[in-house]
């Protein structure tokens, strides 16, 4: 199975299902993705940072000050700082290469947060051979852009904001790819920023015609989830692992590589 399976909603578990009530405040930690695990979500979204070491973390915060019992920010500690922090009162930070390890089968979603953090992750994909188990994306265009570069178009991307604003706005897909291209796999976008709707009907259309996809975070309620599923989107983010697996299983659009449609 590639990446992205046409024909199937993705659900993603946004840093493992932070706000599920049986691990919420233990977001980005191994903890919360084996419950993830646990419930058939393949798909794992986390963010990388890199130490003063050079090592990717699997941490969404420049600082360590909001969800640990450690100040200071990522890039001025080494692993060895940040190994003595916990999430939650108990789990460590974990590094990328721990979420791999732990989760052979799952397929990860991963946010660059951090310039420096771009040829590290470059380079562990080579070395790991995960051309095929990572979609990366960044806010940053300059991010996603030296990324794709150092991997020479070979992972899927999402699109960045550029792209983003170009596919949202173009009145046909031709003239969108003419004008931004299709260097990138999926639109990874809100629903709605402020009061602009991002995600609609004619972005999902205008994607699907270019042979794009559209996931859409962060999205915890279930009548937003099912609007959006109506609507043709590909995938969607979520903190509340259980509540979109409930709407998937309801629509019958549930599937796990590990079980099924289940």
């Given at each position: ?15 493992g ?73 108990r ?13 052979p ?29 990572v ?6 265009r ?17 699109a ?69 599923l ?20 309801g ?7 590990q079980?099924?449609?289940?």
């Amino acid at each position: 199975m590639g990446y992205l399976p046409r024909g199937k909603v993705l659900a993603f578990a946004h840093r493992g299902g932070a706000y599920h009530p049986e691990i919420e405040g233990l977001e980005n930690t191994l903890a919360a993705f084996r419950h993830a695990a646990a419930l058939g979500y393949d798909y794992l979204e986390t963010d990388v940072h890199l130490t003063a070491d050079g090592v990717l973390l699997a941490f969404h915060d420049e600082v360590l000050d909001r969800v640990t019992d450690v100040r200071g920010a990522v890039r001025d500690l080494t692993l060895a700082d940040v190994r003595r922090a916990r999430i939650g009162g108990r789990e460590e930070v974990p590094t990328l290469v721990d979420l791999l390890d732990a989760f052979p089968a799952a397929r990860f979603n991963i946010d660059i947060k951090s310039d420096d953090a771009v040829a590290p992750l470059a380079a562990l994909v080579r070395e790991r051979d995960l051309w095929d188990r990572v979609l990366i994306g960044s806010f940053a265009r300059r991010r996603i852009r030296r990324f794709r570069a150092l991997t020479e178009g070979r992972v899927p991307t999402a699109a960045d904001p550029f792209e983003v604003l170009v596919y949202r706005l173009s009145p046909t897909a031709g003239i969108a790819r003419a004008l931004a291209g299709a260097r990138f796999a999926a639109f990874q976008v809100p629903h709605r920023r402020g009061r602009i709707t991002v995600v609609t009907p004619g972005l999902v259309r205008r994607a699907h015609a270019a042979g794009l996809q559209v996931h859409v975070w962060t999205i915890d309620d279930p009548a937003e989830m099912n609007a959006l599923l109506d609507r043709g989107v590909d995938g969607l983010f979520t903190d509340r692992t259980d509540l979109l697996k409930d709407v998937l299983q309801g629509r019958g659009q549930w599937w796990s590589a590990q079980g099924g449609t289940a």
